[in-house]
């Protein structure tokens, strides 16, 4: 099997020849870092942010995921969104939406302060429509990977209302104290992805990733009844238009996710990433939902691929293959993304384990 067909056998809840491996991200730092164990030194750009880098660097750096990609042979890859970003200041950047994210140099940039600050703004308010640039990454990823299964990195709902209202606090409180503003801003947000998914499927990509957390380590963001009501709706229009359009669909949260799964499997989720192993057991799940929903992840990648070493990777890996890849419908990566803080050596080696250990 080529790697398209074996995540999508996954993905469909079968058995491929051997357990895909695929990653959600990697950002800037880890790509050449990783890069650096395939290339010579004068042949990557400097680590730095994307919208700093020059033509040059930038041509580089897709440069370098290529050699990485290859050289390492996953079976499928993840795009993200290029619509366009502008620096305020050396920690802030604004996107295309209004709203303001500070920097990190640790990974995911948070955002810190939105154009919707009430019903008023709202009214006043003009959704930007996504526009054909913003998917190139998939064009890329298609041409540098076409035997590969591509994703797309899809911000949510629940993801891009909090960006809206500049933080996730402030979207939680208004569950309780503006809870028709949510309602609101998860319609324009879910229209928004609907007319995503049109693009996504038209650059050839294979599934979507719905991005969001909703859930700690201790618990889930909202109750249950609050998910019913503000998000669950949301999320199955956007899983049912996406079948629609021939794609697969996978659910992302972090966190303690016990109460949501059910959910996720009658929404019609294909896949569900990334089980957190410092909350949750990934062979509790495969055994109570393996046979209706593809599990995908479990390396964690807080402690373990960031501390350890390659030899415990290599064992995780052969364990955690053991009780999830039972059957199939187990894709292997880490438990949320490629950060910098994550050894080269040690994502080498859990590539490497999945190949050695992943075989059916």
């Known amino acids: 099997m080529k790697g398209r067909e074996r995540m999508l056998t996954a993905l469909s809840g079968g058995r491929p020849d051997t357990v895909p491996v695929w990653e959600l991200a990697f950002n800037e730092a880890s790509v050449i870092n990783i890069a650096r164990h395939f290339m010579d030194e004068d042949q990557l750009p400097p680590i730095k942010n994307i919208m700093d880098m020059t033509d040059e660097e930038l041509f580089q750096t897709v440069n370098a995921f290529k050699v990485m990609g290859t050289e390492l042979g996953n079976d499928g890859f993840t795009a993200t969104s290029m619509a366009p970003m502008e620096r305020v200041d050396a920690d802030h950047f604004r996107d295309v939406f209004g709203v303001i994210h500070r920097d990190s140099e640790k990974g995911e940039p948070y955002p810190i302060k939105g154009p919707i600050n009430g019903p008023d703004d709202l009214k006043r308010y003009k959704m930007r429509s996504p526009e054909e640039g913003d998917f190139l990454f ?152 393996g046979g209706k929903i593809c599990i995908m992840g479990n390396i964690d990648c807080a402690f373990l691929l960031v501390f350890g070493t390659p030899d415990e990777v290599r064992e995780t890996v052969k364990q955690t293959i053991s009780v999830a890849a039972q059957g199939g419908g187990y894709i292997i990566s880490s438990s949320n993304t490629i950060h910098p803080g994550v050894k080269p050596e040690n994502y080498i080696a859990l590539v490497e384990a999945a190949r050695e250990y992943g075989k059916y």
């Open 138 to 289: 998939i064009d890329i990823m298609r041409t540098h990977f076409p035997d590969c299964a591509i994703a797309y990195m899809l911000n949510g709902p629940f993801f891009m209302s909090r960006c809206l209202r500049g933080s996730l606090e402030n979207l939680l409180m208004d569950y309780v104290l503006n809870p028709e503003l949510v309602k609101e801003l998860a319609r324009i947000t879910t229209d928004f992805c609907l007319e995503a998914l049109e693009f996504i499927a038209k650059k050839g990509a294979d599934f979507v990733v719905n991005d969001c957390d909703l859930a700690f380590n201790l618990s889930t963001m909202m109750s249950p009844a609050q998910y019913d009501e503000f998000v669950g709706p949301f999320q199955k229009e956007i899983v049912e238009r996406g079948h629609e359009l021939g794609l697969k669909m996978v659910k992302h949260t972090d966190g303690v996710i016990h109460p949501l799964i059910p959910r996720f499997i009658e929404e019609g989720y294909d896949g569900l990433h990334p089980i957190q192993p410092q909350c949750m057991d990934i062979g509790e799940v495969k055994r109570e939902w």
